[in-house]
């Protein structure tokens, strides 16, 4: 009977209950060996958060890398104005958002950093090719594609994959899902601009693009895979065809390309104020010194140098600042030529550029001492250009290589006075803030030599923005109102309004250099005259120019032209307080006008020369330049600067760095 009853195919056979799997084994198809809340060693939990950390980290020292790598392509601001202000505000918030919504929404996925790598080599190659296409997509969508495409992709994916590392952490989910975001990413945040200065620091000397590819082989060294063979193709790239690289096979490449343009590198470098370069223009014979996308000054080569040693400059306003020497006070003698007194005249310029200006004071005898930032830059005016004169290369200048506002802050009360101060700083399409304060240029005063000391401020941006208004009006706070002059470097255009909207195009804007010239001395009503030598009316001013004899030309055809300004501005016209166009002055015939009429009561400075800058003056300074108003000003000057100087150069030269 039990042999039949095993051989009974229907009987059903009784059903053995399955082994329960461990608790700590996962069920699911994707395999997890460490979710949260499991028992982890203290190896595998310290390299977990490293990792996290390594990538947070990488994410801020990425972010601000990309900036300097479209630095030379579209400027420092443009390159600036789609990024959440370097994690220090915005970005602050939105990383832990990605990471909760990650978190809450299971799209995280600690393996997929295998990835990581091949996308951070790829972003140099699609950001060198986007790079070719700045002409067309322009400051505005060059920067936000190129951003979208590079610096958005890496760091997105990163979080994503640091969000997925950290759901492997032991803990509940309260720590791991919400409150740890916040602390690890409020920290970085707030050490974010230590990190940048740092990261300013490293790419003087590995170059950005090198930084680029260090933090690609970062992300390799975190995450290797058999995926690390995707990345050959953008080496090889890199390795061949990537100009931008400091390299000497990359620089013979890069010359080869530009000479094919009409230009010649003839030297760069990577260095504190951005990427310095030196480039001849073959064709029309001229060396320009370049800064990022802006041109520091240049020299004519076709043209001999002058029996001073020094050879003609390319643009007017270095000759307008030298203009500074032929200032006169309304009490001394009309004909006096104030270089030939027995005193040694003294001078002090800031911001060196190729050398134009401080070489002519050095020419004519005066003591100058230069101050300059960038360390670069003094170089390359030395070796490439005509500074100093050769007959006193060794003497009679000193040039001091450090920040103009440590070095004038520390000397406002020395004993030692100039007579003499030209304060040309580079801009790069807006001015640098610091240096346009009540209190520096306070400063700057208390440095100049009383009664006969004069000064030169040269400011270049758009006109026709509140800014320059600002700017022209802290100058005269400091100064007095009726103790400047302004001029431009240009006659103004026909049109004193530009289309809406329309800020990126080089005819809708009034991008010129503004010269103020300012006397540290009593003030006196006087009759000035034109250049032309025609009566312009009566102004209440404590200085004329005297008329320039040939030794002031030092033998320069470009200093017989416009040594003497020409375009003067009206600095307290009411326009330039509320539509902040700064209008030439039209001539009168009766010379009865009293233009000073017109002043605003708080530009005035007549009867205390010395000015007291009140604490709430400086802190109303201070939330203007920081206010929204400002930095939407200040963007759409640095876009406009970007046009003109694509007038300047052609777009091949900007683009291959």
């Not at 700064?582 to 020369?609: E, I, M, Q, V």
């Not at 007291?612 to 201070?622: F, G, M, T, W, Y």
């Amino acid at each position: 009977m039990s042999s039949s009853s095993n051989s009974n195919p229907n009987r059903r056979r009784p059903v053995r209950a399955k082994k329960s799997q461990p608790a700590n084994r996962p069920t699911s198809h994707h395999h997890r060996p460490h979710e949260g809340g499991e028992i982890l060693s203290w190896l595998q939990t310290g390299t977990i958060i490293f990792k996290i950390l390594a990538l947070i980290i990488l994410n801020v020292v990425n972010e601000r890398v990309f900036q300097l790598s479209l630095f030379p392509v579209y400027g420092s601001i443009p390159s600036s104005a789609h990024h959440l202000h370097s994690y220090t505000s915005d970005w602050k918030i939105l990383s832990p958002f990605i990471f909760i919504t990650a978190l809450r929404f299971r799209i995280t996925n600690a393996n997929r950093g295998k990835f990581l790598p091949p996308l951070a080599f790829g972003v140099l190659t699609i950001q060198y090719h986007l790079s070719q296409l700045s002409g067309l997509l322009g400051p505005r969508w060059g920067v936000a594609v190129a951003k979208l495409l590079t610096c958005t992709s890496l760091n997105i994916g990163s979080l994503l994959v640091a969000a997925g590392l950290m759901k492997m952490l032991p803990g509940p989910t309260w720590w791991r899902h919400v409150l740890l975001p916040w602390v690890l990413l409020g920290v970085f945040s707030t050490n974010a601009q230590f990190l940048e200065s740092r990261i300013d620091v490293i790419s003087t000397i590995v170059s950005r693009v090198g930084l680029q590819h260090l933090i690609a082989l970062l992300y390799a060294i975190l995450f290797p895979s058999k995926c690390l063979l995707l990345c050959l193709l953008p080496l090889v790239h890199s390795a061949f065809y990537n100009i931008h690289l400091p390299l000497p096979y990359q620089t013979s490449h890069l010359n080869s390309t530009l000479q094919a343009h009409g230009f010649s590198l003839v030297a760069r470098r990577e260095s504190l104020t951005g990427y310095i370069s030196v480039l001849d223009n073959l064709r029309d014979g001229f060396r320009v010194m370049r800064c990022d996308h802006s041109l520091l000054g240049g020299e004519w080569l076709f043209s001999a140098p002058s029996p001073s040693g020094i050879r003609e400059p390319i643009y007017a306003v270095f000759v307008m600042l030298e203009a500074v020497r032929l200032i006169q006070p309304s009490f001394s003698h009309p004909n006096q030529v104030s270089d030939d007194e027995s005193e040694k005249k003294s001078a002090l310029v800031i911001g060196l550029g190729t050398g134009s200006t401080p070489s002519a004071l050095i020419a004519h005898d005066i003591s100058t001492t230069i101050l300059e930032i960038d360390p670069v830059v003094h170089k390359f005016a030395t070796q490439y250009f005509s500074f100093p004169p050769p007959p006193f290369f060794a003497a009679n200048h000193t040039t001091i290589v450090q920040d103009a506002t440590l070095y004038v802050s520390n000397h406002a009360n020395a004993e030692k006075k100039y007579n003499y101060i030209i304060h040309d700083v580079f801009t790069g399409g807006s001015e640098p803030t610091p240096l346009f304060t009540l209190s520096f240029l306070s400063s700057l005063r208390a440095l100049l030599a009383p009664s006969t000391g004069a000064i030169a401020i040269n400011y270049a941006g758009d006109l026709r923005q509140k800014r320059a208004a600002r700017v022209v009006a802290r100058v005269l706070r400091v100064f007095g109102a009726s103790a400047c002059r302004l001029f431009r470097e240009t006659p103004p255009p026909p049109d004193a309004t530009g289309a809406a909207g329309a800020e990126e195009r080089a005819d809708d804007i009034d991008f010129a250099n503004l010269v103020i010239f300012c006397l540290n001395g009593p003030s006196s009503s006087i009759v000035f005259n034109s250049a032309d030598g025609t009566r312009r009316g009566r102004r209440k001013g404590g200085f004329t120019f005297r008329a320039p004899t040939e030794a002031d030309f030092l033998g320069s055809e470009a200093r017989r032209r416009h040594l003497l300004p020409q375009h003067e501005v009206l600095p307290w016209d009411d326009l330039v307080l509320q539509d902040s166009i700064l209008r030439t002055t039209a001539g009168t015939d009766d010379g009865n006008s009293d233009s000073a009429s017109l002043s605003p009561p708080h530009l005035h400075n007549d009867d205390h020369r010395d000015p007291i800058i009140s604490s709430e003056e400086l802190v109303q300074e201070a939330e203007a330049d920081a206010g929204k108003e400002y930095r939407h000003e200040r963007l759409a000057g640095a876009r406009g600067h970007w046009a003109v100087m694509r007038t300047v150069l052609p777009d091949v030269v900007w683009e291959m760095w």
